[in-house]
């Protein structure tokens, strides 16, 4: 692991977006739609920002490598919250499977979030969430990117 973990995201990319319509509220109806989206190192490398463009949102995502705790931080913001910075997520990758894990409160209600990364000519990006502490995970958006 190092600072070098993020690379195979920097670029222009096409995103096929297939999400739960109501994460708040635990639906079950998945929407599917596309994004763009634009990623490019900072700080030497050490860290990676990101822009995604939906056609009604703007998302933007801040990641860093602590090389002390050997671990990559995670943060995202959209216009969705404006003002509104979620909480980290923490993890690293082993044989380009990253999992990033942190707390958060959504709908009311305290989460674990789970990121997950499947580095691959199309990297994929998985959210779930867990409401009972980690034993049981839900899917709830799926990214796949492709080059543009």
Do not use: C
């Amino acid at each position: 692991m190092s600072e070098n973990d993020f690379n195979f995201l920097h670029g222009r990319w096409r995103v096929a977006n297939r999400k739960i319509a109501d994460i708040v509220g635990r639906g079950t109806e998945w929407v599917e739609f596309e994004t763009q989206a634009e990623a490019r190192p900072l700080l030497g490398g050490a860290a990676i920002i990101d822009s995604v463009f939906a056609d009604d949102w703007e998302g933007m995502t801040l990641r860093q490598y602590d090389p002390s705790d050997d671990v990559w931080r995670i943060w995202w913001a959209s216009t969705r919250a404006p003002g509104h910075l979620d909480p980290p997520l923490e993890g690293r990758f082993d044989d380009g499977h990253g999992v990033f894990l942190g707390d958060d409160v959504v709908g009311g209600h305290a989460v674990k979030v789970r990121f997950d990364w499947t580095v691959g000519a199309e990297p994929v990006w998985q959210q779930q969430f867990s409401y009972d502490g980690g034993e049981t995970w839900e899917t709830n958006w799926v990214m796949t990117f492709s080059r543009t």
